[in-house]
């Protein structure tokens, strides 16, 4: 059982000035700070977590408003459980509109400069966006780390994947990740012996079963090289059969809801398909997990409702001096005072956007002027079809196998990569199906009834949609900045994005095309893949349409690296420029590969916390507590 | 009178049989007052009683894997082993009922009762005089006019009977864990209710099992919270009593924790203790009741195939216990004709 | 028509015309919510309208039935889009807006709009017990469920 009754300690923002002193002030309680700060903790460090959202979901009945604010929402957009709070305002796809050339839209919550107009998001929430996420947790391709000396491509990780491989571990822990080594051990990725995952792989659903059937064993060409297909599960951050082999053979202990008081769901996922936006039992790992260990230890507090708004600099040491916080009373009023919250080490632990817009706003461009550049995103381009037979569409976690094997490959050279989801949802995404296939039968198709009943079935439950996840290089010109004429009611300069998908990319997404095209003829599926031209995610290349749909998975916009000139973090993830500044996430990688970032980022979460041990040590004994 | 209730295997086996069919017993009437509840209001109320009703769920497992650890049968199947409702159930008061019935601060009332933590230190302090002639479910193995003070002090007398058999065998040079390994549940296969689920093959696996059972359920030193933290069914039930949730270091009776507001009228109000014959024949709802009940026997047998060497259908039973949930759910929102009640499934078997 | 049969004959109608049965009907919890919904958004005249066009032809044989239902409700220009709405309800749980025509000829319906009236009206949609499924984040079918074949209701 997952007892985590535990008591976050709540901190009167009148007495932090006698709070005492802080090893480490941590901006931001998602997936990076949660476990940094519980690895802090327990190595007897104390910690502030400061939070711009409110703390709503911390307990179980918060959590629990959130999914009843879901089913009472007639539009289910993947952030519709979290409701609009403006002094900590997050992205929402309804927002969006196509832009025309150099226009500029600042009425969404993310300023968007274009030309490509993305609709990814991130959720402002205790816990971060892992309340929000699909918890899919690939580990990247060791090729991946090496992408200029391989192909010419991109830029090399200043670390390899075998620096990382041992953190993927602690990582996999902390998630609670449900996979079976066999099943993942493709192109170069490989496992330190004896290793098995915490849990066992979640079972392929039946829709995957009715795809392997046709294509598992045949073929594609692709630069003379072929590349043999099958469904594979993916690894996922949800509970699973515990593997009684874990650890050594001590097995592990599936952490479920966490509640202030004690309830008992979420030890095991019950295949809701609703991973995305919201886990109804907690079964999926979210960073209020790794908190209710970190406050369990009695020494991380926590101050929400409190927005960082600028980072305050010694200009002589380049240290960091204190965050300048805005506290706000009430997520209706933009009523605010202002404090200034002092530490020993920093941490900044938002995103990809949010991090480099709080640098950004400070004034802290990075030596390297690379602060906020290369800004990526896996670029999503959704085929859908008909199978031939009902294929019970609509049951299972989100996804739960998919075609991986063009991850990685010799063609890198000349275009992107992809990872193909085959989604449990349905056609949800692309067409807002199940819903609106309903509306047509019944407005258009002038059915009721028994002919109305049949209909639905025909048309959802053999719906199939595969999303290809296409790899996004680094450009210096996609990317994060901010303008005094845009910000939020606080005051705060919000995000400025501008962005261009990359011809590289589009190489992927034509080519992801025909592959959608094969596959379909393959199994016989009727092709209904259409890309409106007034979508806000349209583009074209050479004369080919197509809607591009954002990841969610922001990256590379503080870039890791090894020296100063060329990269804003070094390898721990700590601020060139600034010694007792870390700036956390997926923010320091260099490149993405085709892997869901938030594992490799939880992964690199591990590595910085031990070295931000290592600094405190240098620097004092711990605090006596 | 010796000084163990439990002399013999075939006493053992007997005693553990009860002990199924009571942890059984208790979960249709949880499970009826559950979702008997309005769903989004009353989240804490709801919340208990899910979490006892799997971990008696859970409790029938473990008594399933001592009772084949021991070379006992597990059949669900057997004639009266679900019982007809209301049922007479161990207690301090002889007329005590359980029954199937919607939530509210009577049935509270009842599954206090029933949660009842121990009082008797050890031994024959445990049994209590049956007065009146009520036939019990816990009744003392071979003495008819005694019966347990509670559950928890049923349980205790089983593990003394374990601890007491095998010493016996074992200076014999036999044991009495003569069962088929391979029937054992394990966590792979049930996890709720705590996850705690180890084969049972020794003395010290089924002791370990049993306090695991009285230690969720009633607490047997009056203790709220058990040795890992968890609170025990009784106190779960005195907080939507008080409302208010316990928290560590409180004292019985006066938890401190966060309020619960309990709606006790935002409640469908199901019939109690309903029975098929109350339904008009050769109607649709008569056939979706007796639909569930045949169902639930099913179910019933389904349930002790896995536990009689085919341990793995214990993953299919969890969709088959979701889908039945949301036939109750279908059932208790149906008005019956004629009257100001609403339909739930009647449990006859 | 009395209160009770105003429902009963409400109940029958979505019956009717989401090819679910009575039992499953009232079994989402929600016949009296959906009643008011409709009298909210149209009133209750024309709630009675559309009940008593339905209860004219309750006795007729199914496939007569469906003819008359064509003619004199799905194809009835001002009660056509209301019975429409009510499919959708009970299939999604979401009353979808009338078409601006119907609000031009036949408005004002104060309360119209897209909406939910309850969270529980999305759990309980009809569509997904059709396709042997669950609405995405409730009534989960357990672990693994997915892997088998889907339990599609005859009906």
Known sequence: MSILDRRAIMVDPGVLKNSGHYDAIIVGSGVAGAIIANELAQAGKRVLIVEAATETDRSFKGYSSYLQHFYGQADKDNQSPFPVNRNADMPRSGQLRKLDPLEINSTSYIVQSGPYVTDTVYTRAFGGTTIHWEAKTPRMLPQDFQMQTLFGQGKDWPIRYHDLEVDYELAEREIGVSANVEDQQYLDITFRSSYVYPMHGLPLSYLDQRVAAQIDGSEVELYGERYPLRVRPFPQGRNAIPNQKYDGGKGYQPVGAVASHQIDVGGRCQGNTNCVPICPVQAKYHAGKTLAKAFDTGRVDLLSQAVASRVVIDSASGRVTGIETKLYHDPASPDHHTIMITGTLYVLAGNAIETPRLMLASGLRSSSGLMGCNLMDHAYLLNWALMPQICGTMRGTTCTGGIVELRGGAFRRHQATFSVDIHNDGWGWATGSPASDVVELVDAGNKFGADLRQAIIDRVSRQLLLAFMIEVLPSESNRVSVNPSYTDLLGNMRPVVSFTVPDYTLRGAAYARQFAKTVFARLGAEDHTKYDPSDYGFVTYEGEPFAIRGGNHLAGTHVMGTDKATSVVDTNQRCWDHDNLYLVGAGSMPTIGTANVTLTLAAMAFRSARNMIMQLGRLHAPVQT | ?349 | MSVSRRLETFVAFSAEVTAFTPTEVWGTGLTQRYLDTVDGVVGTAMTDALLNAFDRITTQSAGERTAKLRQTVFGCEQLGPVARAVVKLWYIGTWYALPAAWQERFGPAAQDGTFVPTPDAYVEGLLWSAIGAHPPGAKAQGFGSWQFPPGIPKF
Request: charged residues 20%; glycine residues 8%.
């Open chain 2, 1 to 349: 009178m010796t000084t163990h209730d439990i002399t013999s295997i075939g006493l053992l086996h007997r005693q553990l049989f009860k002990a199924m069919q009571l942890e059984h017993a208790t979960a249709p009437p949880y499970i009826s007052a559950l979702y008997s509840i309005h769903p989004g209001d009353n989240a804490d109320a709801a919340q208990i009683l899910r979490a006892v009703a799997v971990e008696e769920m859970l409790h029938l497992t473990i008594a399933a894997n001592v009772m084949n650890a021991v070379g006992g049968t597990v059949d669900f199947t057997v004639a009266g082993f679900v019982p007809s409702y209301p049922t007479v159930l161990p207690d301090g008061e002889h007329d005590f009922e359980v029954g199937l019935g919607p939530f509210g601060k009577d049935a509270l009332e009842t599954y206090l009762k029933i949660e009842r933590p121990a009082m008797a230190p050890r031994g024959q302090a445990r049994h209590v005089q049956i007065k009146g002639g009520a036939r019990h479910f816990i009744s003392h193995p071979h003495d008819q006019t005694l019966r347990y003070y509670s559950i928890g002090e049923f349980y205790a007398a089983i593990r003394d009977g374990i601890v007491y058999l095998e010493s016996e065998a074992k200076a014999k040079g036999k044991t009495i864990f003569t069962g088929d390994r391979a029937k054992q549940a394990t966590a792979e296969y049930y996890y709720s209710g705590g996850g705690r689920l180890w084969p049972v093959f020794d003395v010290d696996s089924a002791c370990r099992a049993i306090d695991l059972v009285i230690e969720q359920g009633e607490g047997e030193l009056k203790q709220i919270f058990g040795a890992e933290g968890e609170i025990a069914h009784y106190y779960r039930f005195d907080q939507l009593q008080k409302g208010r949730y316990y928290q560590i270091g409180d004292q019985p009776g006066q938890p401190t924790g966060r309020e619960i507001h309990v709606n006790w009228e935002a409640v469908w109000p199901i019939a109690v203790n309903l029975k098929l014959n109350k339904i008009p024949e050769k109607s649709e709802l008569h056939a979706a009741v007796a639909d569930f009940n045949k169902a639930y026997r099913e179910f019933l047998a389904f349930l002790t195939r896995a536990f009689n060497g085919e341990p793995k259908l214990l993953l299919e039973a969890v969709p088959r216990m979701f889908e039945f949930r949301n036939r109750m759910q279908q059932l208790i929102r149906n008005p019956l004709p004629g009257g100001d009640c609403n339909a739930a499934p009647t449990y006859e078997i």
